[in-house]
């Protein structure tokens, strides 16, 4: 973002007119004017005191930190993991604020580092009270990534927006947000996929390795969709009653892990749930100790057929633990189980991870 555009945002965020910018640094409202319009720019000596009247550092007005790299989000990412997992959550939140601060205009790092920490904070063992500090941020930035002109970001945000407002019951509100996104079928029927075509050139242009690459990405995202698609199907038809149906749907969903060498963990999120709704407690501890035994082996994708090459990410599944082990131990019908409870005594150190 230019520097005129800087001040003239900043100016606005602060309230603050045209007028009242020219009386505290004594030049004339015609000069704001053109510095806004990008004509003239201000005189040095005047810069440090602009920068303090629009509450921002040298940096940010001369957009020194704009072009922050794809390749120095994806690194700083890793390290928020690191701190949380390290420090907790309030240190990753503070360094990414930090960090947000630095790059204001930076509506990639923004969003990655909301999604990143939305995900740590729903996958702590924090209580609501404690978690509401944190909630409360995560909204301030998702409300700034809807103002994207990048129909991708802003979408998102609306997307995790709509999600907040459903698992809080606010059903109108969600809805409300979910209008605003547009539908998947006039997005799909409004463009054409250009990936197949780029396949075609990369193989013709000798990037095979990046063709194969690519279509082992656009398999793994359409089977998580498959996934995700099945497991909805099991739960809404345990909605009407049809348990038989849904237990179906649970096998296929299982299955497809075996079938495509997909992670093991993936294999028991819908037979958890027929379990529970067979009130078997036995069956639900086995299965539950399956799951966190996967958990603690994270999926060596360089080791499979179809997704070997796709670089393998550091993840820490682990952290995943405690949010399971917390929900489970609200299910009545496994509070009485002794079984369940050598379960959580064997877990028990993950337990203390926030």
């Known amino acids: 973002?230019?520097?005129?555009?800087?001040?003239?945002?900043?100016?606005?965020?602060?309230?603050?007119?045209?007028?009242?910018?020219?009386?505290?640094?004594?030049?004339?409202?015609?000069?704001?004017?053109?510095?806004?319009?990008?004509?003239?720019?201000?005189?040095?000596?005047?810069?440090?005191?602009?920068?303090?009247?629009?509450?921002?550092?040298?940096?940010?007005?001369?957009?020194?930190?704009?072009?922050?790299?794809?390749?120095?989000?994806?690194?700083?990412?890793?390290e928020i993991g690191k701190i949380v997992g390290d420090k907790g959550l309030e240190e990753g939140f503070t360094a990414a604020g930090q960090k947000i601060h630095e790059y204001p205009h930076n509506e990639r790092l923004m969003h990655v580092l909301t999604l990143q920490l939305d995900g740590l904070l729903s996958m702590s063992d924090l209580t609501a009270d404690e978690m509401r500090p944190y909630e409360e941020q995560i909204l301030?930035?998702?409300?700034?990534?809807?103002?994207?002109?990048?129909?991708?970001?802003?979408?998102?945000?609306?997307?995790?927006?709509?999600?907040?407002y459903l698992r809080n019951g606010q059903y109108e509100k969600a809805q409300g947000t979910l209008d605003l996104m547009p539908d998947r079928n006039d997005i799909i029927g409004s463009m054409a996929d250009k990936f197949w075509l780029q396949v075609e050139i990369d193989k013709h242009q000798g990037?095979?390795?990046?063709?194969?690459?690519?279509?082992?990405?656009?398999?793994?995202?359409?089977?998580?969709?498959?996934?995700?698609?099945?497991?909805?199907?099991?739960?809404?038809e345990l909605e009407c009653g049809d348990?038989?149906?849904?237990?179906?749907?649970?096998?296929?969903?299982?299955?497809?892990?075996?079938?495509?060498?997909?992670?093991?963990?993936?294999?028991?999120?819908?037979?958890?749930?027929?379990?529970?709704?067979?009130?078997?407690?036995?069956?639900?501890?086995?299965?539950?100790?399956?799951?966190?035994?996967?958990?603690?082996?994270?999926?060596?994708m360089d080791k499979t057929l179809l997704f070997n090459r796709i670089p393998a990410q550091a993840t820490?599944?682990?952290q995943m633990i405690p949010v399971i082990l917390s929900a489970m131990e609200k299910e009545p019908l496994l509070q009485n189980s002794s079984e369940f409870q050598e379960l959580i005594t064997e877990y028990e150190r993950f337990k203390d991870r926030k």
């Open 1 to 78: 973002m230019p520097m005129n555009l800087v001040i003239q945002e900043k100016r606005k965020e602060l309230g603050l007119t045209q007028e009242q910018v020219a009386e505290y640094l004594n030049v004339s409202i015609p000069a704001v004017s053109k510095w806004e319009k990008g004509t003239t720019s201000p005189d040095i000596s005047l810069l440090a005191p602009l920068a303090r009247l629009l509450k921002i550092d040298l940096n940010t007005l001369f957009c020194f930190h704009e072009d922050i790299t794809q390749q120095e989000i994806d690194l700083f990412c890793k």
């Open 316 to 318: 820490q599944p682990e």
């Open 140 to 164: 301030e930035w998702y409300h700034r990534l809807v103002r994207s002109t990048d129909i991708k970001i802003s979408n998102s945000a609306n997307f995790m927006l709509a999600s907040r």
């Open 243 to 300: 348990l038989l149906t849904a237990k179906k749907i649970a096998d296929k969903s299982a299955q497809m892990v075996t079938l495509f060498e997909m992670w093991k963990y993936s294999a028991f999120t819908a037979p958890l749930e027929i379990a529970f709704a067979e009130k078997d407690a036995d069956k639900c501890i086995s299965i539950l100790r399956e799951m966190l035994a996967a958990m603690r082996n994270p999926w060596n």
């Open 207 to 236: 990037k095979s390795e990046k063709a194969a690459e690519d279509l082992q990405r656009e398999l793994h995202l359409t089977l998580n969709k498959v996934q995700l698609l099945l497991y909805k199907m099991m739960s809404i």
